[in-house]
């Protein structure tokens, strides 16, 4: 499916000088003199590198319609997590740098949804937000209370967000994994 340059949104899948590419961040810049222009970062899916691209709205690029699969996270075992096929119940093992962040956040069990493209795994989703338990957390400084400053922590994964100061070593809270930010307590 074809779609004009200046259309591309973050998460799309293309396809751009023969590679499959995963556009990660867009803007839309409007220049005093000439024409707009989407500028886009994108990660080629197989090779893993990334580069910057500018569109014009009369460029069209193709979108690439990815197969999805349901997966669920078995273990890590150095560099390589191993996921199972929900359906078939086949193991596949695949590198932690294709999750790249995310991969800290992965959970003995957890539901993935597997993005293939041709049979050949290329992306791992996970869900938008997991729950973690906090290990270390900074003291409230005295007067720090009453403005909306945060404070860093530790999650049980290693992880380092930024919570509010009411939250203390030992609370389960529910984090955005793309993000990698506080949402809110969990129930």
Wanted: charged fraction near 25%; hydrophobic fraction near 40%.
């Amino acid at each position: 499916m074809k779609i004009s340059g200046v259309d591309i949104r973050p998460g799309n899948i293309i396809e751009y000088e023969g590679g499959i590419w995963k556009a990660t961040k867009i803007q839309h810049t409007q220049p005093g003199k000439g024409g707009a222009y989407m500028q886009v970062e994108m990660k080629n899916l197989v090779a893993g590198r990334k580069t910057n691209v500018r569109f014009r709205s009369a460029e069209t690029v193709e979108r690439v319609r990815l197969d999805t699969k349901d997966f669920q996270f078995l273990f890590a075992d150095g560099d390589m997590l191993t996921f199972m096929d929900k359906e078939s119940y086949e193991q596949i093992s695949l590198p932690r740098d294709l999750l790249g962040d995310a991969a800290a956040f992965l959970q003995d069990g957890m539901d993935v949804v597997m993005e293939l493209y041709e049979e050949r795994p290329i992306s791992v989703q996970l869900p938008d937000q997991i729950e973690a338990t906090i290990v270390e957390a900074d003291a409230v400084v005295k007067g720090q209370t009453a403005s909306s400053s945060y404070k860093p922590a530790i999650l049980d994964n290693g992880v380092r967000v930024m919570v509010p100061p009411h939250i203390s070593a030992g609370t389960r809270i529910v984090v955005d994994v793309y993000e990698g930010t506080y949402v809110r307590r969990a129930d």
